[in-house]
């Protein structure tokens, strides 16, 4: 079975720092992979995807970057951190061209 | 940008009562999903409705997808403190590569 992982669960950074949020997916070969930004108790802010090894779609322009550097790895970073950068990071993934995502259990991001 | 509206934003209601959440576009989907979240969790799928009209049952859920394939609802009978969490509706369009969320609903039940 298909599971997807992301490391940190929490994090707290200061403004100005550098980031790097990591996701993986198991049992599963060239899945779409997304990066979603969720403000408190509201809907996903889709900020980027990926169908494939160092092709990245961003949806959303901000001093947030992605990378994909191997088929089931996707990660989100930063060079300087922003107060309005704070909040849960869901990383998602998919059959290419498939309708369901599923996610992976968030990265709870604080910028102080 | 195809926005998905659900009312309401927030329902309190106690155990037992019965409720129905929105989801509203003035986009046409191919299909849309509902997610149910908890609090430091990941959304996880609950159902994904495709035809116009389509309604489909998961035990006391009911999701129906509008004829015109722009809105859809949930209805929860006898709501239990199970159910409680945020609510999330997601539409696709075929030959894309992502889904746009609505804006949610956050539900709580009360025993």
């Known amino acids: 079975s298909q599971t997807i992982h992301q490391w940190p669960a929490t994090l707290v950074q200061p403004v100005g720092s550098p980031l790097s949020l990591e996701c993986t997916v198991e049992g599963t070969s060239n899945p779409n992979l997304y990066w979603y930004r969720q403000a408190a108790g509201r809907g996903l802010q889709l900020l980027f995807y990926?169908?494939?090894?160092?092709?990245i779609s961003s949806e959303v322009p901000q001093n947030l970057s992605a990378s994909r550097p191997q088929d089931r790895q996707f990660i989100l970073s930063s060079k300087k951190l922003l107060l309005s950068d704070s909040g849960f990071y869901l990383c998602a993934w998919s059959v290419w061209l498939a309708r369901e995502q599923f996610f992976g259990p968030g990265t709870r991001l604080t910028v102080l | 940008t195809q926005l998905l509206e659900q009312s309401p934003q927030f329902l309190s209601i106690q155990e037992g009562e019965n409720l129905t959440v929105y989801c509203n576009s003035s986009?046409?989907?191919?299909?849309l999903q509902w997610y149910r979240q908890e609090p430091g969790e990941g959304p996880v799928l609950l159902v994904t409705?495709?035809?116009?009209?389509e309604v489909k049952k998961l035990k006391r859920l009911t999701f129906q997808f509008g004829d015109a394939r722009k809105d859809s609802s949930l209805h929860i009978t006898a709501a239990q403190p199970g159910d409680t969490g945020l609510y999330l509706c997601?539409?696709?369009?075929?030959?894309?590569?992502?889904?746009?969320f609505g804006t949610g609903t956050r539900l709580t039940v009360i025993p």
């Open positions: 997601a539409g696709y369009n075929t030959g894309a590569n992502n889904l746009f």
């Open positions: 409705v495709v035809t116009g009209g």
């Open positions: 986009s046409v989907f191919s299909s």
């Open positions: 990926s169908v494939g090894i160092g092709q």
